[in-house]
């Protein structure tokens, strides 16, 4: 079964300070993998996404994620966390078997940012 | 324009009520989906239409009914609903169904069921 795993509920770390969240993924075939951040009461925004190629992502707002094929892994990282970077994060991939049509997202990640 | 709008914000209805909620996009996607999101919680899947058709329905209650006039409009209508169904309503666009194509994000409507 196509699945993603978030094993961080929570992720704390200083402003100013690299963060990371992490993600995992089990997936038949080439992954398809997208990052995706929510604010409270409001949609998802797309941030990065992994189709191929360059295994090192950049997307919005200057997060990056890099792809590793080996561990199954696509984590998002930033090299100085703001504290507006403060949100739920969700890592998530297509779903192969259905054509694409279903995402299969990530439990999510807590981002908490101290000043 | 790369917003998909949702309307209305928030919505408060009894039991025994109909209401709808409608989401539109003018980016020319088609593909355009209805998600379920719980507090702090992932979206859940209700509905996919490709080119105005409906692709998938993951065997959501029929007291939730999808409905899509065009390629821009998608509705969801709501009949008799349970307190349980009240959560965040996301409306996404993609430009295909393709898995490579970016979902984009409606704000979303927060019902509340009485």
Redesign the interface.
Known sequence: AQSVAQPEDQVNVAEGNPLTVKCTYSVSGNPYLFWYVQYPNRGLQFLLKYITGDNLVKGSYGFEAEFNKSQTSFHLKKPSALVSDSALYFCAVRDPNTGGFKTIFGAGTRLFVKA | DTE?T?TPKHLVMGMTNKKSLKCEQHMGHR?MYWYKQKA????E?MF?Y?YEKL??NESVPSRFSPECPNSSLLNLHLHALQPEDSA?Y?C?SSPD????????????T?LTVL
């Open positions: 998909v949702q593909a702090k919680k992932p979206p899947l996919v490709s692709s998938i965040l996301l996404a169904s393709g898995r490579g194509d970016t979902q984009y994000f409606g704000p979303g927060r």
